[in-house]
């Protein structure tokens, strides 16, 4: 286990990977095939082709990517915001397009999604109680105001809010965006969630605090046993706290890589992961200097409403083969211990 009072450039080095490969136990919310397509003026777009995920209770998947590709849409199919235009999204096995409205219910309550901007998913005009306390007592979870507000502040305290008493009745400005963010996730946790989805919830916040909240959604996780779908464009962050979970890579709307942490971090296959790996700050300039950068061919992204023949990412790819790289599209599929789509690295 990941000890969280030590800074990820500090952690000893891993054992053997302990995250089961994907595909294997219970999962409590899955994707199988799902695709999101947008009209455009310039066409259609598929901010998201395919994907399969699972989340499971207790663990981590983390879905890397850059910027535009595919991971908020993911997030939000994945927590029932917006249905997928085709595949599927189960709960507890149960297909969430065929859920009558008790059971629909009662999956968004266990789906918890927390955004990005904690400026912006707070009510200005509501204190931290009302915040936190809405869904209890739109739950009836409480029988009155004094139950409510005992409830909210046992959650704030376990989100490290402490001593509630002094937070119960501040208003959102009121706050630093740390402690905005924990009242985001004591709201989640007021619904007793077996899934919380975690939208690039720490990117606003300074380093510091932001491992802190890494710690205390990862206390969460283990206390509680829920189960993360955690979304970042970090690698960095996604080391830190999916060790002992999975990572699943994003290109374009499509997974190229996913496996267990550990696997794709210190040993990336994928010619992109390769390049997110190389991309993360090292602390040390000495190391940093000697380090392998994997140099891409272009820059540029391709257009979504003109994507290219063959694999999505050739044009960019440093180890492109003319051939199959620009003519077929490579699946995902197993090999070197995790899911692979290139043709040239195996797996595809
Ligand atoms: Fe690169 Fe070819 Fe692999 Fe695509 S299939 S990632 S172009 S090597």
């Not at 830190?240 to 709307?253: H, T």
């Not at 392998?292 to 990412?313: E, K, N, Q, S, W």
């Not at 199959?324 to 211990?337: F, I, N, Q, S």
């Amino acid at each position: 286990m990941i000890d969280r009072t030590v800074p990820a450039d500090q952690q000893p080095a891993p054992g053997p990977p302990s995250a089961p490969d994907p595909g294997t136990g219970d999962a409590v919310l899955s994707l199988r095939g799902v695709h999101q397509v947008f009209p455009t003026p310039r066409g259609d777009v598929s901010a998201v082709s395919g994907i399969d995920l699972d989340v499971r209770p207790g663990r981590v998947l983390c879905l890397v990517g850059e910027s535009g590709c595919g991971k908020t849409t993911s997030a939000r199919v994945a927590a029932g915001l917006a249905a997928p235009t085709r595949g599927s999204v189960s709960f507890r096995s149960g297909d969430v397009a065929a859920m009558d409205g008790k059971e629909r219910a009662r999956f968004r309550r266990s789906v918890q999604y927390i955004h990005q901007d904690p400026y912006a998913s707070l009510n200005p005009v509501r204190t931290v109680y009302s915040t936190v306390s809405a869904g209890l007592r739109r739950h009836k979870l409480v029988r009155d105001r004094r139950e409510a507000r005992r409830a909210t502040a046992e959650l704030l305290e376990r989100v490290d809010l402490t001593p509630a008493g002094d937070y119960l009745d501040k208003y959102p400005h009121q706050m630093s965006g740390g402690q905005r963010q924990r009242v985001a996730i004591a709201r989640a946790l007021a619904m007793e969630p077996e899934v919380i989805i975690a939208d690039e919830s720490t990117s606003m916040l300074d380093v510091s605090i932001r491992v802190s909240l890494l710690n205390t959604l990862g206390g969460l996780r283990d206390e509680l046993g829920v189960g993360f779908l955690f979304i970042t464009h970090d690698l960095a962050v996604a080391k830190y706290f999916a060790w002992d979970g999975e990572i699943a890579v994003m290109y374009l709307g499509r997974i190229v890589e996913h496996g267990s942490t550990p696997r794709v971090v210190n040993d990336p296959r994928h010619p992109y992961t390769r390049a997110l790996v190389s991309a993360v700050c090292e602390p040390d300039p000495d190391l940093a200097r000697t380090r392998d950068r994997v140099r891409l061919r272009g820059a540029d992204i391709p257009d979504l409403t003109d994507l290219p023949p063959g694999c999505d990412f050739h044009p960019r790819c440093p180890l492109y083969e003319q051939g199959d790289c620009d003519t077929v599209r490579p699946p995902l599929v197993p090999g070197h211990d995790r899911l692979l789509a290139c043709h040239v690295v195996g797996g595809g």
